[in-house]
């Protein structure tokens, strides 16, 4: 979506987005993400006869998640902690594919998390042969903080404006990422303001009448 918004012709040197969570969230920081999408390549024969020769990318693809580090998934981090996060796998004996997403707020350790992906991926084209994992990884996104910090005065006249609503503001790093991240990157500035809900992009989703 954000990469069709014409910032020129909306002329203006900055925004913000209302796209966060609880009453009081204000937010100029958000993760760096990137997607990888895997391709294992296996060999299918009867398994009566597959001594030596079949292949299963199924269970390759397990072997490549085992090689990623446990305490980096979604369910293990909080605050500022990136995650490696398998968000989808399906396949057969004969090819599997594996979708993940990866999540940091700095830019070193995100780039560290690549790395550990592309070193799995090669470890295991070495054991099992040539482009038996195929990778694309892809760049989803940056943290905004370098392009709002230069310009903190729309967060404090965010903070201003939530003190003056008898609002608290809360700031602290985003857990995900929003358009105001790529509108920043496209030279509109563009910090978070919370909409009141709660439990976003799951069945556990609500906002109380409150907010």
Same mark, same amino acid.
């Given at each position: ?10 002329? #203006? ?6 796209? =966060? ?8 920081? &958000? %993760?760096?993400?990137?997607? #990888?999408?895997?391709? +294992? ?10 001594? &030596?020769?079949?292949?299963?990318? @199924?269970?390759?693809? @397990? ?7 446990? #305490? !980096?998934?979604? !369910? ?5 902690? $990136? %995650? ?6 399906? =396949?057969?004996?004969?090819?599997? !594919?594996?979708?993940? +997403? ?40 940056? &943290?905004?903080? !370098?392009? +709002? ?26 857990? =995900? ?14 910090? &978070?303001?919370?909409?009141? $809900?709660?439990? %976003?992009? $799951?069945?556990?989703?609500? +906002?109380?009448?409150?907010?």
């Amino acid at each position: 979506g954000a990469d069709f918004f014409d910032v020129a012709k909306f002329n #203006a040197d900055y925004a913000y987005t209302v796209d =966060g969570g609880p009453l009081g969230e204000l937010e100029y920081e &958000n %993760f760096n993400a990137a997607s #990888a999408k895997l391709t +294992i390549r296996g060999r299918n024969v009867h398994p009566g006869t597959a001594k &030596n020769i079949m292949i299963n990318s @199924m269970l390759i693809a @397990m072997e490549f998640n085992s090689l990623l580090p446990l #305490a !980096e998934r979604p !369910e293990y981090t909080e605050h500022y902690e $990136g %995650f490696i996060h398998l968000t989808d796998i399906r =396949g057969d004996v004969e090819e599997t !594919e594996l979708h993940y +997403i990866i999540r940091d707020h700095s830019k070193e350790l995100f780039a560290q998390k690549k790395q550990v992906i592309q070193e799995a991926v090669n470890f295991l084209n070495i054991k099992y042969g040539p482009d038996t994992v195929e990778l694309q990884l892809t760049d989803s996104y940056y &943290n905004m903080k !370098e392009k +709002i910090e230069p310009v903190f005065g729309i967060v404090e006249l965010a903070k201003k404006a939530m003190e003056e609503a008898e609002v608290t503001p809360k700031i602290a790093p985003i857990r =995900g990422g929003t358009d105001g991240a790529r509108l920043s990157f496209m030279g509109l500035p563009c910090p &978070n303001l919370f909409t009141g $809900g709660h439990n %976003f992009h $799951g069945r556990f989703e609500y +906002i109380p009448i409150d907010s």
